[in-house]
């Protein structure tokens, strides 16, 4: 896949994005930027030096002396010039640091505020090669771009005025193989660039499938599938191989051509300059001096294609950068801010109709509900009939219209996305659990929490026993780097974490799947019991344990339609009856079987 190359002109407005830290390192960059003037300066006045030597040894007037003299200068050039190189490379390259570090701050904190129909939409492996490639594509540019774009200028044009200085006929037949040095050198880069992204590419595929096969582990083993990961890795591997062959191929073939052209414009200089010497139309010094410049030029002839190459890589990288930058969340933030202790739960839906983006059919139809604040209600239904959907419209995890949804007398839309979320819990059936230890997994980041509140929440959610009988309790390692939790355990964590502050509405949807359904029980009573006066809304598939729930709300096809408790509900012979008794039925069967 490749994205159509930005000119030069549309590459530059792209980095007017990083002006402000260009700015705010103003002063290193200025002292850099001076440092590498001064750099190619100097570099241009050694063959000056040689020159002189040359012409006074030819004249015979050279002693040791001022043999000395002009060595001792080169000298001084030379650590000159390498003191002043340093202070560049920390000036610019710091500052190339900079914009990396900055850019990837931007992007990631811009990222966290966008919703989720955006990571749906961009695959997490898209998302981390931007992170990674492009980034590094603008460091380049703004560094390494930089650098050569003003020395390639400066000590070509310095050097091509020099070489005109000593013979203007010379100068010109020298240059012919100047366009076509240029014109290769950018043909090649050009492929070489190519064949980088190629095996960027071809990486990234190899360690997502390392990844997948670590990950997937005890899946791969308890089928005996063992040899088939391993081709598919193999696979991976040898195209990485291949890709890289053919950037290496690319890259052999770049150096001899070079020598080649570089080495024509020499001969050049010895076979025309050499006679032109021997006429005494120009000193043996000038012949010297002006090998020494066609070799300094020889650099930024090569180096043009190269950084015209880096500057556009670097903007494109930009443009997408930028994209995300400056992406708009597509849920807005509205204006009222809240207090979560000023909620008191109430919820509505007035007449909410939902369809996901790019899908034509309504996956909630009319939802006309009413839920009174510090009431406990249970939504239930056949899989995929829209309670998961519903209930994703409160803390706006979709994009829902004005004049749908109520939170108290508030339009939800209406209300900053903060205080919003903080007013609920949001427990689903995929849990996440930070590779971090228990207490933190529980607290979040949350301070001011009052002493024993998480011990108090645990139990609430029936895992405090198991906690308390860890080694280091609270404290210990759980997820990726700490103890393996099993999916109940998971997700009773999860649901102690949306108690922790008693939010005015809690929303747990299909939150205990994973626990037997005496375990759901005991949690849903002690939930009930602790959240006397607060909002509770639940889904399950386990319909037994509802028994006791105030309000049981039936849905069907993304219609709401049936509202009871589940004496009533039974006695109406409906949908809720059905679905009861084939769970009932279901349940039977299950023992039996036991
Ligand atoms: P379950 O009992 O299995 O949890 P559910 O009642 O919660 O089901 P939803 O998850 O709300 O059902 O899904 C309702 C419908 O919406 C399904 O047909 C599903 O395919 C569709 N759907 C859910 N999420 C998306 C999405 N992000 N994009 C497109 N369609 C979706
Ligand atoms: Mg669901």
């Known amino acids: 896949m490749h994205e159509k190359r930005p000119t030069i002109r549309e590459s530059i407005r792209n980095f007017s994005i990083l002006s402000p830290y260009f700015y705010q390192s103003r002063i290193p960059l200025a002292i850099g930027l001076l440092s590498l003037l001064a750099v190619d300066l100097l570099q241009l006045v050694v063959p000056l030096i040689i020159k002189r030597s040359v012409d006074d040894l030819a004249a015979g007037q050279a002693n040791g002396r001022t043999l000395l003299l002009y060595a001792a200068a080169i000298m001084c050039i030379a650590i000159a010039i390498g003191g002043l190189r340093y202070v560049w490379r920390i000036g610019i390259f710091g500052l190339s640091r900079k914009i990396e570090m900055g850019l990837r701050n931007e992007m990631f904190s811009r990222m966290l505020t966008l919703s989720p129909s955006f990571f749906q939409k ?35 044009v310095a050097s091509i005025a020099f070489m005109l200085s000593i013979d203007v006929r010379l100068t010109l037949i020298c240059l012919i193989p100047g366009p076509f040095v240029v014109i290769m050198g950018r043909k090649l880069t050009r492929r070489m660039s190519v064949g980088f992204e190629k095996v960027q590419q071809a990486f990234s595929g190899l360690t997502e499938r390392v990844r997948e096969g670590f ?19 193999r696979k991976e591997g040898e195209q990485y191989i291949k890709e890289n062959m053919t950037l290496a191929r690319t890259m052999a073939l770049f150096f001899p051509v070079m020598a080649v052209f570089t ?27 002006f090998t020494n410049y066609l070799n300094i030029m020889a650099w930024p002839i090569m180096a043009m294609g190269w ?9 494109a990288s930009l443009k997408r950068i930028r994209s995300v930058v400056e992406q708009m969340p597509e849920v807005e933030d509205g204006a009222i801010v809240l207090n979560p202790a000023e909620i008191s739960g109430k919820i509505r839906f007035n007449n909410f109709s939902f369809r996901y983006d790019d899908q034509n059919e309504f996956i909630l139809r009319g939802i006309n509900l009413e839920i009174p604040p510090g009431q406990t209600a249970a939504l239930v239904g056949r899989v995929g009939s829209g309670k998961s959907t519903l209930l994703s419209a409160l803390p706006r995890l979709l994009t829902i219209p004005g004049g749908a949804v109520f939170i108290d007398q508030h339009d939800i839309t209406s209300l900053s996305l903060k205080s919003l979320r903080k007013s609920m819990g949001f427990v689903t059936q995929d849990v996440f659990i930070f590779s971090d230890t228990v207490r933190n997994n529980v607290l979040m980041g949350r301070q001011h929490i009052k002493e024993g509140r ?32 099993s999916g109940g355990q998971r997700q009773r964590l999860t649901i102690a974490r949306a108690l ?31 959240r006397a006066g607060k909002t509770t809304l639940i ?11 105030e309000r049981i709300l039936v849905m069907e096809k993304g219609e709401l339609l049936e509202d009871g408790d589940h004496g009533g509900l039974l006695a109406m012979g409906g949908i ?6 084939s769970k009932a039925i279901e349940a039977e069967l299950e023992r039996e079987a036991s």
Do not use: C
């Open 307 to 315: 950084v015209a190459n880096l500057i556009q890589r670097g903007g």
């Open 454 to 485: 998480v011990e108090e929440v645990l139990e609430l959610a029936q895992i405090w026993d198991e906690v308390s009988s860890l080694e280091k309790g609270l404290d210990t390692l759980v997820g990726e780097r700490g103890i393996t939790l």
């Open 122 to 156: 961009n695959p997490t492996g898209d998302l981390m090669a931007r992170a990674v490639n492009d980034i590094n594509a603008v460091r380049m540019a703004s560094g390494m771009g930089l650098v050569a774009m003003i020395d390639a200028t400066v000590l070509g």
């Open 576 to 581: 809720y009856s059905t679905i009861y008794e």
């Open 539 to 549: 889904t399950t598939h386990r319909i037994a344990t509802l028994k006791s729930v």
């Open 263 to 289: 080495n024509l414009g020499l001969a050049i200089v010895l076979w025309m300059g050499g006679r032109l010497t021997i006429s005494g139309s120009i000193s043996p010094g000038d012949l010297v001096a």
């Open 500 to 530: 922790l502050e008693d939010p005015p509405v809690l929303i747990m949807d299909d939150a205990l799947s994973m626990v037997d359904s005496r375990t759901e029980e005991k949690i849903l009573s002690n939930i009930i019991r602790a």
């Open 215 to 233: 990950t997937g582990i005890r899946i791969i083993k308890a089928n005996a599938k063992e040899p088939w990961q391993f081709e598919r890795v």
